[in-house]
């Protein structure tokens, strides 16, 4: 059965992939920090659906554990076809905020740095079989001004975006998917006040994650959830980018 990695997999939206994965029959290696939650996860999966599942402790912010999970997800003689690339969390200071950059340093080295070590590592070993996915976690705030984390999930999609141009024609695809506000408990352990949000900005969690292993087996570079936000993010693109600031302020503010 093919393989599947997926990092930051005990909460979220990660905690859905591993589900979904599972379900469809894909073997596991789950990465996180938590080992002890990965282990009754992976049981629970083993149990549930019969698949395999490698249980992979890692810190994403930590340079040499990158490492280490980039040795298995390029590995040669145990392939993996598909990586999600989606451990994350929020950044909250403002920008002119003198302890800043104690959240942007780590949050840079786990959703930017870190994507594209494993993205590389996983990317040179699927080419050269040819074929595989790669899948990165970005958000909608990359289309908007919302600060520090609008600047870093922008650099992991436009980075997702140049790899789908070098792994054209290669049976390889890399996908950025571009979530907005999701029923998962991410926010609430980001200290974000959902009950200020719009219904309408909601996307349930599975019907994200079945859209987009839908776009990947599709080789879409972007997946955008529901019509709502298709439609919010190609107006982002296009309008005015002081309404676009107006916009990412009114927003910032109601978190």
């Known amino acids: 059965m093919p393989t599947a990695v997926v990092t930051g997999a005990t909460s979220g939206i990660g905690a859905v992939f591993v589900t979904h994965l599972a379900a469809r029959g894909d073997d596991l290696v789950m990465v996180a920090r938590d080992t002890a939650r990965m282990e009754k996860r992976a049981e629970e999966l083993r149990q549930a659906y019969g698949v395999q599942v490698e249980v992979l402790t890692a810190d994403l912010s930590d340079r040499a554990q990158v490492d280490r999970v980039a040795e298995r ?54 080419v050269e079989r040819g074929h595989g996915a790669i899948l990165n976690v970005t958000s909608t705030a990359a289309f908007m001004t919302m600060g520090a984390y609008s600047a870093i999930k922008e650099a992991a999609t436009v980075y997702t975006e140049g790899l789908s141009n070098e792994l054209h024609g290669t049976g390889v695809t890399a996908t950025a998917l571009c979530p907005g506000y999701v029923h998962t408990e991410f926010h609430e352990r980001s200290g974000i006040r959902t009950s200020r949000l719009p219904g309408p900005l909601w996307v349930d969690a599975d019907e994200l994650v079945r859209d987009c292993l839908a776009d990947v087996a599709k080789g879409k570079v972007l997946s955008i959830p529901t019509v709502r936000y298709k439609i919010g993010m190609a107006a982002a693109r296009r309008i005015p980018r002081a309404l676009l600031r107006r916009i990412s302020g009114v927003l910032t503010s109601t978190r």
Do not use: C, K, Y
């Open 73 to 126: 997800v390029g590995s040669t003689t145990e392939p993996v076809e598909l990586l999600v690339n989606n451990a994350g969390f929020g950044i909250h200071s403002r920008l002119l905020s003198p302890d800043v950059m104690e959240q942007v340093d780590p949050a840079w080295e786990v959703m930017v740095r870190a994507v594209m070590v494993l993205s590389g590592a996983a990317g040179r070993a699927m």
